[in-house]
Nanobody, 121 residues
Framework: QVQLVESGGGLVQAGGSLRLSCAAS????????MGWFRQAPGKERELVAA????????YYAGSVKGRFTISRDNAKNTVYLQMNSLKPEDTAVYYC??????????????WGQGTQVTVSS
């Protein structure tokens, strides 16, 4: 089992920045690909960004490419999502996830409880 706890969400004005953190405990953090997902009201959950176990490979959804940066610190069992130039359409609950998908867009096994990000216009 892997336990995931997100933090760093909040209310920010459009154009602002936030950094989300996800602290992992349980099994070996560096064994897992980590992903950040988001779900807005009335919309399906979508993968925003993902990073492989070493940090060498990353994935970004087209809507956030160039604005968001995912990173991880395996020594601290933590994955981060730096979000810049935020837009109102980035408003959602953001979830951290861990898994061993064949592709980073695949299935994740462990999920955090989510943290709300609200971007005002």
């Amino acid at each position: 089992q892997v336990q995931l706890v997100e933090s760093g969400g909040g209310l920010v004005q459009a154009g602002g920045s936030l950094r989300l953190s996800c602290a992992a405990s349980g099994r070996t953090f560096s064994d897992y690909t980590m992903g950040w997902f988001r779900q807005a009201p009335g919309k399906e959950r979508e993968l925003v960004a993902a990073i492989n176990w070493s940090g060498m490979y990353t994935y970004y959804a087209g809507s956030v490419k160039g604005r968001f940066t995912i990173s991880r610190d395996n020594a601290k069992n933590t994955v981060y999502l730096q979000m810049n130039s935020l837009k109102p359409e980035d408003t959602a609950v953001y979830y951290c996830a861990a898994g061993r998908p064949v592709r980073m867009t695949g299935k994740y096994d462990y999920w955090g409880q989510g943290t709300q990000v609200t971007v005002s216009s």
